[in-house]
């Protein structure tokens, strides 16, 4: 079992720049696949982006290509996820997950597929 914690949320301009960070708990972080997922108010979760247990395969939604990255750093098992060029469209509560996989390059992208997630951290982007 794994426990994620979001942090690096807040309050940013549009076109500003924000970076989360998830931290996991447990020895075993690289055999799981990440994702960053978001919930806007009144919408449904949304996947946003994912990486693959080594970090060599990364995924992300047509809405946020080119602006976000995903990365992961499996010595201190934390997984980022970079925000540029903030919309006011971006604002949401962002969720990181995390599956246990035994495929080293997979990248999952929707939310079933995730065994464990985070609490959540808002991210506003004023206009």
């Known amino acids: 079992q794994v426990q994620l914690v979001e942090s690096g949320g807040g309050l940013v301009q549009a076109g500003g720049s924000l970076r989360l960070s998830c931290a996991a708990s447990?020895?075993?972080?690289?055999?799981?696949?990440m994702g960053w997922f978001r919930q806007a108010p009144g919408k449904e979760r949304e996947f946003v982006a994912g990486i693959s247990r080594s970090g060599g395969s990364t995924y992300y939604a047509d809405s946020v290509k080119g602006r976000f990255t995903i990365s992961r750093d499996n010595a201190k098992n934390t997984v980022y996820l970079q925000m540029n060029s903030l919309k006011p469209e971006d604002t949401a509560v962002y969720y990181c997950?995390?599956?246990?996989?035994?495929?080293?390059?997979?990248?999952?992208?929707?939310?079933?597929?995730?065994?464990?997630w985070g609490q959540g951290t808002q991210v506003t982007v004023s206009s």
């Open positions: 997950a995390a599956e246990s996989t035994r495929y080293t390059i997979v990248v999952r992208t929707t939310a079933d597929q995730y065994d464990y």
């Open positions: 447990g020895r075993t972080f690289s055999t799981y696949a």
